[in-house]
């Protein structure tokens, strides 16, 4: 804010954006476009509304997509940083109207619900331990944490209030009927919002697996483009994210299809029905549901670096895998490998070790993620690590 005019908070609903930006109402007037009656007056004159404020913090501006022409205007005529401080519960910048209005105006952040890092009030910094090979020891006394308890309690900070899993799938339907009621269609003009429910209830189940369109709409009754069309609608609303394919030199060997993880593995795991009852009983499942939680986890350590390293899986024709492909701007690679059981053994560097041979002067590090409680060497840039380290 300080040397931009407008800054944009993007992020899902209820991920803790208003109680960041209300941090800044002591000097800039607050408005939240989920007020019905401000939600009219700023649609009948969004230009007049503007001007009246010399600064603004607006909440939840995809509800008003007119009033981005019209902050647009009032920042040409007045280019001051900080003027703007906005919120939105939608990646607006995928919107073709809100880019066309706010390129080059705007600064954009993302925020997601909790990291780990942040709950346990101490660094992100994995990425660049395991680039070093520096993991200091664990402290003394240190309990070990309940791990199917902690990723089922996700990372929304009013979820992981909830003391039970009825109580957070309590929460998950009032903020699924949220989604459904109002922000679905401030994204998108789509006529079958009671197919949405059902769709992310597949999708749960699917998170960690390779996207099939056609396989997911002969579910619900839907052609693969209309899925398609849904899936853009959720990825715009921060609920799920579509994770590539890791492509290097040898094109003809890797398999393109992408992968589908949500965002929050509690919301995941609610939605997919997932106790920690049934997951101490199903590994399978809440490995499914683990793996989600690390992509989650990467994206929010990655966001905070100095340098956009980007994030892919890796499988290739003899279907050898490595559940996460970290590639640096440079072209660095990093290999992570999830497992949900205590223990590790040398089997399981398998994909790890192949993704090494296809680019051995990039890859720089691999790990395998237990949930055990010491780091432990492999040899040559490997290492078992308990889940709590990232």
């Given at each position: 804010?300080g ?5 944009l ?8 954006k208003?109680?960041l ?6 000097r ?10 401000l ?8 230009l ?5 404020q010399?600064?603004l913090?607006?909440?939840e ?5 007119e009033l981005?022409?019209?902050?647009k205007?009032a ?6 940083p900080g ?22 105006r ?13 709950i ?8 660049e331990?395991?680039?070093r ?6 402290a ?6 309940d ?7 996700g ?17 998950t339907?009032a ?6 009621e109002?922000?679905v269609r401030?994204?998108a ?23 099939s ?17 849904y ?9 799920v994210r ?19 993880h ?6 995941q ?8 009852e049934r997951?101490?009983?199903?590994r399978?499942?809440f490995?499914?549901t ?24 890796y499988?290739?024709k003899?279907?050898v895998?490595?559940d ?6 440079l072209g660095e690679?990093?290999?992570i ?13 398998k994909?790890?070790r ?8 990039r890859?720089?590090a ?10 432990l060497s492999?040899?040559d ?6 889940l709590r380290?990232?």
């Amino acid at each position: 804010m300080g040397d931009t005019p407008a800054v944009l908070i993007n992020g899902p609903r209820q991920c803790g954006k208003t109680t960041l930006v209300r941090l800044y109402a002591d000097r800039m007037a607050y408005f939240s476009l989920d007020d019905p009656a401000l939600l009219a007056a700023v649609r009948a004159d969004p230009l007049g509304f503007v001007r009246r404020q010399d600064r603004l913090i607006i909440d939840e501006v995809q509800r008003a997509p007119e009033l981005l022409l019209a902050l647009k205007l009032a920042i040409d005529q007045d280019r001051r940083p900080g003027r703007f401080l906005l919120t939105g519960s939608a990646n607006l910048m995928a919107l073709p109207a809100v880019a066309d209005s706010l390129a080059g105006r705007v600064e954009i952040h993302t925020l997601l619900p909790l990291s780990n890092a942040e709950i346990a009030e101490r660094p992100a910094d994995f990425v660049e331990r395991l680039l070093r090979g520096d993991w200091p020891p664990a402290a003394p006394g240190e309990k070990r944490e309940d791990i199917v308890g902690h990723v089922l309690a996700g990372g929304y900070p009013e979820m992981r209030q909830r003391a039970t899993p009825a109580r957070r799938q309590a929460w998950t339907r009032a903020y699924l009927t949220t989604l459904v009621e109002r922000d679905v269609r401030d994204v998108a003009d789509i006529a079958q919002t009671t197919k949405i429910p059902q769709l992310l209830g597949i999708l749960a189940r699917l998170s960690g697996q390779l996207l099939s369109l056609q396989q997911i709409g002969g579910q619900i009754g839907l052609d693969g483009k209309t899925v398609e069309k849904y899936i853009g609608i959720l990825e715009k609303m921060y609920l799920v994210r579509r994770l590539p394919a890791w492509s290097g030199n040898e094109l003809s060997r890797l398999i393109k299809t992408p992968k589908l993880h949500f965002f929050d593995a509690g919301l995941q795991a609610s939605l997919a029905r997932l106790t920690p009852e049934r997951a101490w009983l199903e590994r399978t499942r809440f490995g499914a549901t683990l793996e989600t939680w690390v992509h989650g986890e990467l994206l929010k350590t990655l966001a905070l670096g100095q340098e956009p390293w980007f994030l892919f899986h890796y499988r290739d024709k003899d279907q050898v895998e490595v559940d996460f492909v970290l590639e640096s701007p440079l072209g660095e690679m990093v290999g992570i490998e999830v497992k949900a059981s205590a223990t590790v053994t040398p089997a399981d560097f398998k994909g790890l070790r192949r993704l090494a041979a296809t680019c051995p002067h990039r890859f720089r590090a691999g790990a395998v993620l237990y949930d055990g409680e010491h780091v432990l060497s492999f040899g040559d840039g490997m290492y078992a690590v308990p889940l709590r380290r990232l």
